[in-house]
């Protein structure tokens, strides 16, 4: 199955800004940011077609998956 992933901001850094992974039916949300090599604690807003995920969330064909690091501001 193929997702896209889209990453966000300080997640860019060293990866990209969005790209197509491979996997099978039973990859969740926590397996895309561990094969990024992305901590969970920087993987603070996750979004499944513009819906809010999990790291449990079970992926779909078709799939977009946006990764966004904690926000800050004041």
Do not use: C, W
Request: aromatic letters at 8%; charged letters at 25%.
């Amino acid at each position: 199955m193929k997702i896209i992933v889209k990453l966000f901001t300080t997640l860019r850094r060293g990866r990209f800004d969005q790209s197509v992974i491979e996997g099978d039916e039973s990859m969740v949300v926590r397996h895309v940011v561990t094969m990024l090599n992305i901590p969970e604690k920087e993987a603070a807003i996750l979004f499944i077609t513009s819906r809010y995920a999990e790291l449990d969330t079970v992926l779909h064909e078709g799939d977009t998956f946006a990764i966004f690091p904690p926000v800050g501001g004041g």
